[in-house]
């Protein structure tokens, strides 16, 4: 693979850990007093549980492949901690592999993410009944993120169901470009 290519494709990695850190977390506060949904979408569940989902991503007229696993490591009454790996293929060349660790605290600060619904979202030839949300996914303190014209755009589809709770994340950077995440696999221990 190509520097050029590696270094997009890092770019792509990167793209998929900023949006599951926007999917509800932000870093917590002593006197953060709101219940955390990551937190929330995993505690109720044994370690080993697991939801994998999948997307594929054009990029500066490259096609990736991107594979995201979250495996939940621990549960306690104030945190979880959740590893992801992220595989990147492109051009069925030797998959690139990210992995990264995440403790969410049950309290955290407030993002601008809203919830706007419910809809029936289909995945793993099953139909799971999501709540949705959107928004930017910056916390909802940070001056001008509602205006942020650099801000990326997130839909995102939840279910109590499934360990993490992620069953379908639309996004949009600023370019306007969209990606689709779908669920593929859950594990519940």
Known sequence: MSCVSRRSLFTVLGFVWLILALEFSAAARADDSTP????????????????????????????????????????????????????????????????????????TVPTDLKLIGEKEVPAMGKTFKCKVFEGTGKPATAAGAKDDPTAMKATIYLSDKIPGGLVRLDTAGPDGKTQTFILTATEVK
Request: hydrophobic share 25%; proline share 4%; aromatic share 8%.
């Open 36 to 107: 955390n949904p990551k937190y929330l979408a995993w505690s109720k569940f044994n370690p080993g549980s697991s939801e994998t989902f999948e997307a594929d991503i054009q990029n500066q007229g490259q096609r990736y492949h991107i594979q995201t696993r979250q495996t939940l490591l621990s549960v306690a009454d104030d945190q979880v901690v959740v590893e992801t790996v992220s595989t990147g293929t492109l051009k069925g060349q030797k998959p690139t592999v990210s992995t990264k660790r995440e403790t969410f605290k049950s309290k």
